[in-house]
């Protein structure tokens, strides 16, 4: 059984942040998931550090979440990637 997590968040917080853009590096050590918005001006609006083993579990996570979706709602479309460059470079 899994023990229940207590957190604490900011009010701004709870609200969250709208990204349309994700850009993510990685080392040997940890992986960067930054979300844009790339409405104008494009925006940083998050940034996560994690580890690979944790990023798995994450997309583990959202593969069978995605799923559950596709099953509920029908597949889902994916529209091509864009080929604009937004002026945002990840960290080499």
Do not use: W
Not at 1 to 21: P, S, T
């Amino acid at each position: 059984m899994e023990k229940e997590i207590q957190i604490k968040a900011k009010d701004e917080d709870l609200k969250g942040v709208y990204a349309n853009l994700m850009v993510v590096s990685h080392s040997k050590e940890e992986f960067c998931l930054d979300f844009i918005n790339t409405f104008n001006p494009p925006t940083l609006v998050a940034r996560i550090f994690t580890s690979p083993a944790h990023l798995k579990r994450m997309i583990f996570a959202l593969n069978e979440n995605l799923k559950m979706y596709e099953d509920k709602f029908g597949e889902i479309q994916a529209s091509p990637e864009t080929e604009k460059p937004i002026g945002f470079k990840p960290r080499e």
